[in-house]
């Protein structure tokens, strides 16, 4: 008896969850779900494939001068956006709601107030104390609301209980900030000649007290200034409180903190100090501010990470500690209070000898795990309290082909944490990794410089404008959201196929439409074919076109079938796309059912 081999009947799939790209195996072994290519889509907290939202500019600084910094907060009761572009600082008055964009016209109607100049160089925004600080490796501005000046530095008394011949106790370091300091006697009612402790001292005139009565330079008192000596004209009493300000200045001091250009806050406590880095002179220094204190840099209150070979990229902290990444290494460093100093120590230790980060001051702290850009990759910081190779892992292995003629060095990252999404910006792509449900995905038509989040806003510095994330189009242009799937077989890649219908559900907007297409592996490369579009307009006034009018009114999620004619295929995938002005689109499924012709030959 002859027995007939009947093929199998395969099942229908559904894709009810979109999975992002995956570039990392073939296009036939990808997750059902996942993508190829996934371009201005965005994968949702529950796996439905969202249209990015559009950007468009908020300020238009008439120059093709990039947006060197951003900060937002309030100040002097005031809530303000400072945005730095073409060596002007602007204060934006966040309270006003205007239409305006023209920088020139933002001024007039006093939305926008130019508050100084700064160098027009990527610069760091920081608050500190009751002040915000501005630096970029030239500058060192502080503002409070009102003035806008150069940082002035604490001026430290170096030492106490001085006899008039000199020396005394040691008590405050050298600010490197500034040229200025005191040394405070003690008066024995004989001696006229008070000596300093420098030699060849500044032209600048002193600041003499004597049991805090101010004394007059040529009057009560001269300078030998190559000498280091003050002569008064009557000796100060017995017991009395001398206190002798004078400058010599040093530029090489105040350029070993006016050229760092990055800074972290950290400290026992509540974040107590001022940490600096990125001198390209000194490329390993690390720099520590006094306590509370942004404007005192101890002479002696530095470390050097590592060999001088490579420079410190980026400092971040996690927990109790600081990470600090180099070119190719990273370390660690906590705070350790020192009896005998009466102070805080900060040592540091190797964490990792072959993985850092290539991106100045582009790591980000995600759910309390760095990232780090290092080769072609993004490495994840899972363990980072002892020495072990093993504590960065690659997360990026799913964009690898995206990444892998990149420069990652000229990334500008950004932690977008209401949508939990790492955004690495490149050229005018953004490549995202969503930490919350694992997936990538890629925005096009964005060329950030620096990015702000304001109550889960996006506002962004670009080429001659501030962008603001809002609206479904970038500045007047239509957005094209394009994803495309990879191959799917049923399951059955030894069975030929014909599919007929495919059903898709989409969620209802004031108006939303997508184009459908499909791929076999008959097909030429590139070639598709297309199926008849969903358009999807709900009759509402905002917008009216009564020639587009659907008049259709329910929000509920729709589910459409359109036919196919796909036949003989042992692979089949769909793409998708919207590319019209002013729509959303949010992919909700798609189902599709496949009739068997027989066995593949």
Do not use: C
Not at 64 to 80: F, H, N, P, R, S
Not at 411 to 421: G, L, M, N, V
Not at 474 to 481: C, L, P, Q, S
């Amino acid at each position: 008896m002859v027995t007939f081999r009947q093929a199998p009947v395969p099942k229908p799939i559904e894709i009810d969850k979109f999975l992002g790209l995956n570039q990392s195996v073939g296009e036939t072994e990808i997750k059902l779900g996942e993508a190829v290519v996934m371009e201005n889509f965005r994968v949702t907290q529950d796996y439905k494939a969202e249209k990015r939202g559009g950007h468009n500019s908020l300020v238009d600084f008439d120059n093709a001068k990039d947006v060197q910094g951003l900060w937002y907060g309030t100040i002097a009761t005031k809530e303000i956006m400072l945005i730095l572009n073409d060596g002007k600082v602007y204060e934006y008055d966040m309270t006003v709601t205007t239409d305006t964009t023209a920088i020139a016209d933002l001024i007039t109607e006093s939305t926008v107030t130019n508050i100084g100049t700064i160098t027009d160089v990527k610069t760091q925004i920081f608050w500190f104390g009751s002040e915000l600080y501005f630096i970029n490796g030239t500058d060192f501005k502080t503002y409070d609301g009102t003035t806008y000046s150069d940082v002035v530095g604490y001026i430290p008394t170096i030492a106490i209980e001085t006899p008039p011949s000199g020396g005394g106790t040691d008590f405050e370091q050298v600010n490197l900030l500034n040229g200025t300091k005191k040394q405070n006697f003690t008066g024995d009612n004989s001696t006229t000649i008070y000596q300093l402790r420098e030699l060849s001292i500044g032209a600048t005139a002193l600041i003499v007290t004597v049991n805090g009565v101010a004394n007059t330079e040529d009057s009560e008192f001269t300078v030998d200034r190559t000498l280091g000596q003050v002569t008064f004209t009557s000796a100060p009493t017995t017991d009395a409180l001398v206190v002798i300000q004078w400058v010599k200045e040093s530029t090489s001091n105040v350029a070993l903190v006016k050229n760092n250009k990055y800074y972290v806050l950290y400290g026992p406590g509540n974040n107590t100090n001022v940490f600096l880095f990125g001198n390209s002179s000194f490329k390993n220094k690390r720099m520590r501010s006094g306590t509370l204190d942004a404007t005192y840099y101890p002479e002696f209150a530095f470390t050097l990470i590592g060999s001088d070979e490579f420079a410190i990229t980026d400092i971040v902290i996690q927990y109790d500690r600081q990470i600090i990444f180099k070119e190719s290494k990273t370390f660690y460093s906590y705070s350790e209070y020192i009896t005998v100093l009466d102070g805080y120590e900060y040592p540091v230790f190797e964490l990792n000898q072959t993985v850092g980060n290539i991106a100045p001051n582009n790591v980000q702290l995600v759910d309390n795990s760095p990232i780090s850009l290092h080769g072609k990759s993004m490495w994840k910081w899972t363990n980072t309290s002892v020495n072990d190779e093993r504590n960065a892992s690659n997360v990026s292995e799913r964009i690898r082909q995206s990444l892998q003629d990149l420069d990652l060095s000229t990334a500008i990252t950004f932690d977008y944490q209401s949508k939990k999404e790492l955004w690495i910006n490149i050229g005018t792509n953004v490549y995202i990794y969503n930490y919350q449900n694992d997936t990538f995905y890629i925005y096009t038509n964005i060329n950030a410089t620096t990015f702000l989040d304001i109550n889960s806003t996006i506002y962004y510095g670009a080429n001659g404008t501030l962008e603001k994330f809002s609206g479904l189009n970038d500045n007047g242009v239509a957005i094209t959201a394009r994803l495309e799937l990879g191959f799917t077989d049923f399951g059955v890649n030894e069975l030929s196929k014909n599919t007929r219908v495919i059903w898709v559900a989409i969620k209802p907007y004031t108006r939303t439409s997508v184009t459908i297409s499909y791929a076999t592996n008959r097909f030429n490369t590139n070639e598709t074919k297309l199926i008849k579009p969903i358009k999807y307009v709900i009759f509402d006034f905002t917008d009216i076109d009564f020639g587009d009018f659907s008049f259709l009114t329910n929000r509920n999620p729709q589910v459409v079938q359109r036919k196919i004619r796909a036949r003989k295929y042992a692979y089949i995938k769909w793409i998708f796309e919207n590319a019209e002005l002013d729509e959303s689109l949010v992919l909700i499924s798609l189902k599709a059912i496949a009739e068997v012709q027989g066995f593949n030959r």
